[in-house]
Nanobody, 121 residues
């Protein structure tokens, strides 16, 4: 099995910064893609930022220039540096990974448990 463990959420004032981390562990052969989604109350889950299987990065238009995704491949860890936070960034942030598991060499999608980010005005 594979687990995604997130950390780094919390309460911050508008204009502040937070850094989220997500570490994948378990029976991992390779991690093909990894990124962050968020879901605000009453809204659908949306992509925030992600590394694609081709190694490119995708960002939501709403976070471009403010958020930066990075990764440590050796640790199967992805980070999200969030600067200039706004109240509308308030949401539960979920880590997502497309993982090739060791046993079957099959690809599965995994989600973290979510971490709350609250930005006060």
């Amino acid at each position: 099995q594979v687990q995604l463990v997130e950390s780094g959420g919390g309460l911050v004032q508008a204009g502040g910064s937070l850094r989220l981390s997500c570490a994948a562990s378990g029976s991992i052969f390779s991690v093909n893609a990894m990124g962050w989604y968020r879901q605000a109350p009453g809204k659908q889950r949306e992509l925030v930022a992600a590394f694609t299987s081709g190694g490119n990065t995708n960002y939501a238009d709403s976070v471009k220039g403010r958020f930066t995704i990075s990764r440590d491949n050796a640790k199967n860890t992805v980070y999200l540096q969030m600067n200039s936070l706004k109240p509308e960034d308030t949401a539960v942030y979920y880590c997502n990974a497309l993982v090739v598991v060791t046993a079957q060499l099959a690809t599965y999608t995994y989600w973290g448990q979510g971490t709350q980010v609250t930005v006060s005005s």
